[in-house]
């Protein structure tokens, strides 16, 4: 066992007081292109102006790579950023750059003990997003992709993204009571977002029986074209 190793089993293994949680450094996240944006951009057949706005969501959502890859393609870094705009947790998603498929998801967690022997705040009551969130009206979807693909084409909302594998809790909802919230679940989430926030937020069933990414990819196709 080398000395990264025990510092990691000793920072899991403190009690809570004694753990070292401390804010992920804001220069570890440097936005880069990754097998997410490398997608984007040949979805939009590197149409110059799309691009430019590729970029910038890059820059606003924070993305990044690991030098890791699957079949060559780059890990994307999927932060999740709360309000203060502290980097609390996330994912490390692996995607197909020619159909957009995910081929792994790794939490962001997992990455970061080879980094720094530290047991890091994380809150995953924070949407994919919620550090862009403005008084605008705001969309929640699922897949973080979703997101990303939903600002390219309504850059005037806020999207945010739940995650891949995870689902709606009511501390992630109560932040926007009172607010213009719309809901768009797929078929696998539809039942529990409806039962469980159907009476204070507008749960819209159209992508139930149609996927929204595909949707959306839609929409860019004729925006690039334009």
Same mark, same amino acid.
């Given at each position: 066992?080398?000395?990264?190793?025990?510092?990691?089993?000793?920072?899991?293994?403190?009690? /809570?007081?004694?753990?070292?949680?401390?804010? *992920?450094?804001?220069?570890?996240? /440097?936005?880069?292109?990754?097998?997410?944006?490398?997608?984007?951009?040949?979805?939009?057949?590197?149409?110059?102006?799309?691009?430019?706005?590729?970029?910038?969501?890059?820059?606003?959502?924070?993305?990044?790579?690991?030098?890791?890859?699957?079949?060559?393609?780059? =890990?994307?870094?999927?932060?999740?950023?709360?309000?203060?705009?502290? *980097?609390?947790?996330?994912?490390?998603?692996?995607?197909?750059? %020619? !159909?957009?498929?995910?081929?792994?998801?790794? %939490?962001?967690? !997992?990455?970061?003990?080879?980094?720094?022997?530290?047991?890091?705040?994380?809150?995953? !009551?924070?949407?994919?997003?919620?550090?862009?969130?403005?008084?605008?009206?705001?969309?929640?979807? &699922?897949?973080?992709?979703?997101?990303?693909?939903?600002?390219l084409v309504h850059p005037n909302y806020d999207w945010l993204? /739940?995650?891949? =594998?995870?689902?709606?809790? %009511?501390?992630?909802?109560?932040?926007?009571?009172?607010? &213009?919230? *719309?809901?768009?679940?797929?078929?696998?989430?539809?039942?529990?977002?409806?039962? @469980?926030? =159907?009476?204070?937020?507008?749960?819209?069933?159209?992508?139930? @029986?149609?996927?929204?990414? &595909?949707?959306?990819?839609?929409?860019?196709?004729?925006?690039?074209?334009?």
């Amino acid at each position: 066992m080398d000395d990264k190793e025990l510092k990691r089993i000793l920072a899991i293994k403190a009690s /809570v007081y004694e753990r070292s949680l401390i804010e *992920i450094p804001r220069d570890s996240f /440097v936005p880069r292109h990754s097998s997410m944006s490398d997608y984007m951009d040949k979805l939009v057949n590197y149409d110059a102006k799309m691009l430019n706005r590729i970029d910038n969501l890059v820059m606003r959502y924070r993305l990044g790579a690991v030098h890791k890859t699957m079949n060559e393609h780059f =890990g994307t870094i999927m932060p999740r950023i709360n309000r203060k705009g502290m *980097i609390v947790g996330g994912s490390v998603i692996y995607y197909n750059t %020619e !159909n957009g498929a995910m081929f792994q998801k790794d %939490e962001l967690i !997992n990455h970061l003990y080879s980094w720094y022997a530290f047991d890091y705040y994380t809150d995953s !009551n924070v949407f994919f997003g919620e550090h862009l969130c403005r008084d605008r009206q705001t969309v929640i979807v &699922q897949e973080e992709k979703t997101a990303l693909l939903g600002a390219l084409v309504h850059p005037n909302y806020d999207w945010l993204a /739940v995650g891949v =594998g995870n689902n709606l809790t %009511e501390n992630m909802m109560k932040k926007f009571m009172g607010r &213009q919230v *719309i809901l768009f679940p797929d078929d696998f989430c539809f039942d529990f977002w409806s039962d @469980h926030f =159907g009476s204070k937020f507008k749960v819209d069933d159209s992508f139930t @029986h149609q996927d929204i990414n &595909q949707y959306l990819i839609d929409i860019i196709h004729k925006q690039s074209v334009l």
